[in-house]
């Protein structure tokens, strides 16, 4: 990390030439806490001329422009709002009910939680790709979602042999998984202060904190003692 730190820096320092405009561009957080972007375009672009780096906070959208903080007006014909997504919302607003009427929404009041990312309890033979907790943000989702979907299939299978008609994780089960889960996040870069996208309202990242060859191990075959099969 401190070589893609350092790296980082370097690139700053080699492209862009005023000393105030580098400063205000150089992260207060560590590499990585929020999502790394990758582009030879910005630096050049933000020195253009016609281009400046306003970092003063909103204070209002007014029919001229935009007001800051410094009370300042910045005066503009677009606005262009790139607010991104609701991140944390994965499937909704489709509406998912599960067992005895319960719904995805009331399942995960207080924080999304599903058994290795793929499967909730009360919700049986519900399975999702790129659920919570998935390692999004460290690996290729492309390998997450082929590793996932395996592991779903030998569920399926599983129901097949026990001419059964329904799979589900058992509370317990998910429990542990997700106790496991934040025990192990105070080790990684995403909680040491930046406030990014990856953090849900409880300040916990919804990323997976161990390696891909970890991931792959735990998906290569569920634990049937972890599931009810009915």
């Not at 070589?3 to 700053?12: A, D, M, Q």
Request: charge should be negative; proline fraction near 7%.
């Amino acid at each position: 990390m401190r070589k893609v730190e350092e790296n980082c820096y370097s690139n700053l320092m080699e492209n862009v030439s005023d000393p105030d405009l580098r400063a205000r561009l150089t992260p207060d957080y560590k590499v990585a806490c929020k999502r790394l972007i990758m582009t030879d375009k910005f630096y050049p672009a933000i020195q253009k001329p016609n281009a400046e780096l306003v970092t003063d906070g909103i204070e209002r959208i007014e029919p001229g422009g935009v007001r800051t903080a410094d009370g300042r007006l910045h005066e503009l014909d677009v606005l262009v709002l790139a607010t991104g997504y609701h991140a944390h919302d994965f499937m909704r607003p489709m509406k998912v009910t599960g067992r005895d009427g319960l719904r995805i929404d009331e399942a995960w009041a207080e924080a999304n939680e599903a058994y290795r990312s793929v499967a909730v309890p009360d919700f049986p033979n519900f399975f999702m790709v790129a659920g919570p907790n998935s390692p999004i943000g460290n690996f290729s989702l492309i390998q997450v979602a082929e590793v996932q979907l395996n592991y779903i299939m030998q569920l399926i299978t599983q129901i097949q042999r026990a001419e059964g008609v329904e799979v589900e994780p058992t509370p317990e089960a998910t429990k542990r998984f997700n106790d496991e889960i934040k025990a192990a996040m105070p080790g990684t870069v995403w909680v040491t202060g930046c406030n990014s996208w990856y953090l849900d309202k409880n300040g916990n990242p919804a990323l997976y904190p161990w390696d891909f060859q970890r991931f792959r191990s735990d998906m290569a075959a569920p634990d049937l003692d972890d599931f009810h099969i009915s």
